[in-house]
């Protein structure tokens, strides 16, 4: 091949590139080239989520000791709120409407006490998990590393601070005559099962987030209804007694209700199991691993497209 230069003289022109013309699908394929932040297969996800896992823990930390920074009691503040929503939650529910009826004052307090702490678990984590990726886009922007990593280390940082409370539900619960024994120990498995379910949440909610941040707007609305449907303030088969038995047995399967029975009735001796759903251990197994299992594949397809836009 020759071409004619400006002269008139004639010069050989340069062979054709043997990639001119490929689509760049091919061409990417021949080179081993990948779309810069695509979407890796499931198990590669996990396996890279795996090791970041230090990095999820340091996070959650470094955001649980930030969490009360500004405030001169610091860190008391994880323990006072919810004491606090429950001092007002006993004016409103158990001294004006009642709502301890077919419970002993000592097994009301310990019983509203530990319904605030453990559905606060679940509230912290899904409002904290709405924000995930749309409060985060400065690190979503600037570094390369598994998306999920966020929001299950936002539901670790409620764990870290549930934790750290559990020692005030303890000194009530023993106040008010429950000394510990053996059924305490079933608050690991209902705690670890409770997370695996609130991270699944966050999951769901920071994808869902993430394309529509206005939702953190409106997530406290649905909290707290969820919160006056879950039985924290009172028993769902004392309040609901006369009712259809369906209609109670599906309320005691709301699975925020599930975990606060079960930690209830690991601490409190006259809160017996005919206070509990059917198949109960069942049901928070179900919950948490539906949730997580399908929080997380949920979260995955869209992997490639946060921090876009």
Do not use: C
Request: aromatic content about 14%; hydrophobic content about 55%.
């Amino acid at each position: 091949m020759s071409e004619t230069t400006h002269d008139g003289g004639v010069a050989l022109g340069a062979a054709p590139s043997p990639d001119e013309g490929l689509p760049a699908a091919r061409l990417a394929a021949k080179y081993g080239l990948s779309v810069s932040g695509a979407r890796p297969p499931l198990m590669e996800y996990v396996r890279q989520l795996w090791g970041r896992r230090h990095f999820i823990l340091a996070f959650s930390q470094a955001k649980l000791t930030a969490q009360y920074s500004q405030a001169k009691l610091g860190q008391v503040w994880q323990v006072a709120t919810p004491l606090l929503n429950a001092a007002v939650y006993y004016f409103i529910f158990g001294i004006i409407l009642k709502a301890s009826r077919g419970m002993g004052h000592d097994t009301y307090i310990p019983f509203l006490v530990i319904g605030v702490f453990v559905f606060t678990f679940t509230q912290s984590s899904v409002m904290a998990g709405v924000r995930a990726i749309s409060g985060n886009l400065g690190l979503v922007r600037a570094l390369h590393f598994p998306r999920a990593s966020l929001p299950i280390s936002f539901a670790l940082q409620q764990l870290q601070q549930l934790l750290f409370s559990m020692i005030v539900v303890f000194v009530v619960a023993i106040a008010f005559g429950n000394y510990p024994s053996l059924s305490w120990l079933l608050i690991v498995p209902a705690l670890v099962l409770q997370f695996l379910f609130n991270s699944g949440l966050a999951l769901i909610l920071a994808r869902m987030g993430a394309k529509t941040p206005d939702l953190a707007q409106l997530m406290p609305f649905i909290m707290r209804t969820w919160m006056y449907a879950s039985g924290v303030m009172f028993s769902i088969s004392g309040i609901m007694a006369g009712r259809p038995e369906w209609v109670i047995r599906a309320m005691q399967a709301n699975p925020a209700a599930v975990y606060m029975d079960l930690v209830r009735f690991a601490l409190i001796d006259d809160y017996g199991a005919s206070h509990l759903p059917p198949h109960v251990w069942p049901l928070a197994v179900f919950w948490a691993v539906v949730f997580f299992a399908g929080g997380f594949v949920y979260f995955w397809k869209a992997e490639e497209r946060y921090g876009r836009g």
